[in-house]
């Protein structure tokens, strides 16, 4: 009986080494392709909210984070910088609505420092399907209409939703969560307004995570 166990332990033992051994195998055959996916699809998505055409450098390699109640709560928000010839020209900014229907609504928003909001895509919410929702790409094309749009100054009433006097559309049914983004969107946009004098003192990703 013992003989039994020790064998059945044994055989137990050398399939879990062997199968340690095979994932530790595949993980270091793949870790480089999946690192390199990644930041594929990560170039492709501030491609869509900061334009190439806008920058030459990597943006991945110039992410710093930023600090501001503008950005929606107090956590440290990742800022990747668009530079032209040297010159920063641009940035895209995570940040936060925290006043969505469902919850806190995360948005990338690529703005230049004048102003104008280059491009805002959706990152995670908890929206209502069917409603809410509409702020994703993949369901609408809403988001894509504050490409390009300029905000005059913290009073500039046209960034608002069509219900409060603005110009941006609200989802039939569904207000709140297109206020939240329009309002996130503007206080973001106003905020990289200001970040110019303070770009070269910026911790970089990693700093202080």
């Known amino acids: 009986m013992l003989n039994s166990m ?27 392709t999946i690192a390199h996916q990644a930041a594929l699809q990560q170039k492709a ?26 950005l929606g709560d107090g956590a440290p928000h990742r800022l990747y910088l668009a530079r032209k010839n040297g010159q920063p020209t641009a940035a895209a900014l995570e940040t936060t609505a925290p ?27 908890h929206e209502t399907p069917g409603l809410g929702d509409k702020i994703e790409l993949r369901i609408s094309d809403w988001i894509s ?27 039939t049914g569904a207000t709140i969560t297109p206020r939240a983004v329009v309002n996130a969107v503007r206080r973001t946009a106003l905020y990289m307004e200001t970040l110019p004098p303070k770009l070269e003192s910026l911790p970089a990703c990693g700093a202080s995570e």
């Open 145 to 171: 209409f504050f490409s390009g749009k300029k905000i005059e100054g913290p009073d500039d009433k046209r960034w608002a939703v069509k219900k409060d006097g603005g110009m941006f559309d609200q989802f």
């Open 45 to 70: 998505l501030l491609d869509q909210v900061v334009p190439p055409e806008n920058y030459d450098n990597v943006m991945q390699n110039e992410c710093f984070l930023v600090s501001d109640p503008a």
């Open 99 to 125: 006043d969505g229907y469902s919850g806190a609504i995360k948005l990338l928003v690529g703005a230049d420092f004048n102003g104008t909001v280059l491009g805002t895509r959706v990152i995670e919410h």
């Open 6 to 32: 020790r064998k059945h332990g044994t055989t137990l033992a050398v399939f879990a080494a062997v199968t340690t051994g095979l994932t530790a195998v595949v993980y270091a055959l793949t870790k480089t």
